[in-house]
């Protein structure tokens, strides 16, 4: 009788502990694409780091194709993650859109850098007069890239609450 009883408890045991492995999978895909990303932000040799050290030396083509590389990097997670199989997985749908939505408002922030780029050349190349008229145009393309900043952090906020309630929903 024991012994039945410890067979019937292990078996609940293992059924309870054990977790999908289609849903660990997502997940840890949806972690690598995070870390891919962090690269690209951050990372050195990255194009970010590209990017700024272009702009420190004023060779603004060369921060232009860092932010080329930039979007194509984001491209690639954006596809990657469109591709990733979410049937049957409990909350997969709703991480998978959150992550999209993530993503392509980090990418739209990034790429909207080429217009403050383009702003600073065109600082470099006027006389003084015109000086002045690109400024004021810097300060509203830096006071749209804000709001666009608070927009990527709400993303954000609903990419941890979905991963919350992936995590929750599949035992993770």
Known sequence: MKRHIFIIIFLM???????????????????????????????????EEEKLICLVNNDFSGALRAVDKQEQAFDSIIREIIALPAEGISEGAALKTAAINYY???????????????????????NADSIENAQDKLLLLQKEKLTMSGVRNEKRTALQEAIGRFNKANDL
């Open 104 to 126: 392509m408002s980090v990418k739209d922030l990034q790429v909207f850098d080429r217009r403050i780029i383009a702003t600073q050349q065109a600082m470099h190349q006027t």
């Open 13 to 47: 045991v293992s059924l309870v502990s054990c977790k999908s492995k289609k849903a660990t999978e997502f997940r840890e895909a949806i972690a690598q694409k995070e870390r891919t990303a962090f690269q690209i932000l951050v990372g050195k040799g990255g194009p």
